[in-house]
């Protein structure tokens, strides 16, 4: 209670909305894959640098998740962080596929280029081994830099005046982030390989209203070319 004649409270709450946020999650978890599980199935695999284009080795699989039923119950995993983060973050009933998985192992010194995963909605990733190297994430602008393109003095970082954001991942997290979002990695600086099972998830089945002409059946529509 403020005294008589005393200055009055600038304000009594505060309440932010972050509209048009960027939905970028971290699930921590204690999902590991066993030594001798992951090594024998690594030793049955081939994996490519892009013709030297890039640095991590990526399997030539790029359905991998989906190609071996011994992987299931990472592939069930995977579609149950999806459907979180769908239903309970995005909030949205649409069915979703998974129709790109891959893994990656980066070497001691190496780091993945600076990219982003097209032809996707979202992207999980699962950190099944790591010792070093962070995830970066980079946005064009910062939020206040698409209202003003000013060079603002900034106090401290935030979601609102930053446009890149570093997370240190652990080993059994999931990192769960907009396809179209450019990402990279810091180098590998432990012995140890770093090891990286990914997934993009998209859109199926029936999406849209038919009153408002926007219904769409993902699984089913045609697209001919004229």
């Known amino acids: 209670m403020r005294s008589i004649g005393g200055p009055a409270e600038l ?3 505060r309440v932010g909305i972050n509209l048009q946020a960027q939905p970028i999650f971290v699930y921590k978890s204690e999902f590991k894959i066993k030594d001798d599980f992951l090594k024998n199935f690594l030793d049955t695999q ?8 890039i640095k991590v080795n990526l399997s030539n699989s790029q359905s991998i998740l989906t190609d071996y039923e011994e992987l299931k119950f ?10 979180n983060y769908a239903k309970d973050v995005l909030q949205i009933d649409n069915q979703l596929s998974m129709p790109h998985s891959w ?7 190496d780091d993945h ?31 206040i830099e698409k209202i003003f393109n000013f060079h603002y003095q900034i106090r401290n970082y ?22 179209d979002i450019r990402h990279s990695t810091s180098p ?37 070319w004229p």
Do not use: C, M
């Open 158 to 179: 935030n979601i609102y005046n930053s446009s890149a954001w570093e997370i240190v991942p652990q080993e059994g997290d999931f990192i769960v982030f907009p396809a």
């Open 103 to 109: 893994i990656a192992i980066t070497k001691k010194g």
């Open 113 to 143: 280029h600076e990219h982003i995963h097209q032809n996707a909605f979202f992207s999980i990733v699962y950190y099944a081994r790591i010792k070093s190297g962070n995830l970066h994430l980079q946005l064009e602008k910062s939020t």
């Open 11 to 13: 304000y009594k709450n």
């Open 74 to 83: 990472i592939k069930d995993r995977f579609f149950s962080i999806a459907t």
């Open 188 to 224: 590998n600086e432990s012995d140890e390989d770093r090891i990286i099972f990914g997934a993009n998830f998209f859109l199926t089945g029936e999406t849209g209203d038919q009153v408002q002409l926007t219904k769409l059946d993902l699984g089913k529509t045609p697209i001919e």
């Open 46 to 53: 081939s994996f490519h640098k892009d013709g030297g284009k």
